[in-house]
């Protein structure tokens, strides 16, 4: 807390962008979202812009190999994230689709819609907009290597696969879906196979992120541990 308080009240900060990436259920987003709270910093939540644009593929009952139909769907999308009222709320095309982007079916499609060049195209420039001022915390699983080649700071989070499964088991209980820890298992091993092994832009960690390892850590542990390296390069500067 005490270092959050030194850097919110320093003047002249420079905005920094930063970089989170890693494989499914690391703990990015939780810990992203307390990073830009502690900073005062924009929290983009990249991952939910390709489930965004993978629920309307759905909706539209597009199959998911008619990769130039939803290349050119993605180009007449609109998705939008808010976070006026401290949520993070994502819209697709006006309509709130914050709870529908998290279901299972998106889950097991979006790995494929987000290999579509056009797909990761209008999604980078998008993101790339948002943080050209810097002030920025994205997270995602190529937005040190590509997004942000260039970021001030990049971390790569990674877990135990059971301990990532028992995360994800957590979030799904809390919206009323019982899955086994085993199948969890299975479908994290194979989105992040897919996320890596992917063409354009695959998972993958920048040669000079810092490794996080969140298997045994705490939130706070965490977000304390990211913070300190933002101090360390502002005390550079
Ligand atoms: O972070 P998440 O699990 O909500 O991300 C959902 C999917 O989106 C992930 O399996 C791969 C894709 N994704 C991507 O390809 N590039 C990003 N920068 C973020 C997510």
């Given at each position: ?95 709130d689709v914050t709870q529908a982007i998290r279901n299972q079916a998106v889950t097991r499609a979006v790995s494929t819609v ?124």
């Amino acid at each position: 807390m005490k270092s959050y308080k030194i850097l919110q009240n320093a003047k002249n900060l420079k905005k920094l962008v930063i970089a989170i990436d890693g494989p499914a259920a690391s703990g990015k987003s939780t810990t992203s979202k307390l990073i830009a709270k502690r900073l005062g910093y924009l929290y983009v939540d990249t991952g939910a812009m390709y489930r965004a644009m993978t629920l309307k593929v759905l909706q539209q009952n597009i199959s998911l190999d008619q990769t130039e139909t939803i290349g050119r769907l993605a180009k007449r999308t609109q998705i939008r994230l808010d976070q006026s009222d401290g949520e993070l709320k994502v819209f697709l095309d006006n309509r709130d689709v914050t709870q529908a982007i998290r279901n299972q079916a998106v889950t097991r499609a979006v790995s494929t819609v987000s290999m579509i060049k056009k797909v990761r195209e209008v999604m980078v420039r998008e993101q790339r907009r948002m943080g050209k001022r810097g002030g920025i915390v994205l997270e995602g699983r190529d937005i040190g290597t590509v997004v942000f080649p260039n970021a001030d700071l990049k971390i790569f989070m990674v877990a135990h696969v059971e301990e990532r499964a028992r995360r994800r088991q957590k979030e799904l209980k809390k919206q009323g879906v019982k899955v086994s820890v085993e199948q969890l298992v299975k479908e994290l091993v194979e989105r992040d196979r897919k996320d890596s092994k992917r063409d354009i832009s695959p998972l993958q960690k920048a040669e000079d992120a810092v490794i996080l390892d969140t298997s045994k850590m705490t939130l706070v542990g965490q977000a304390d541990f990211v913070v300190q390296k933002v101090q360390e390069i502002l005390k550079k500067r």
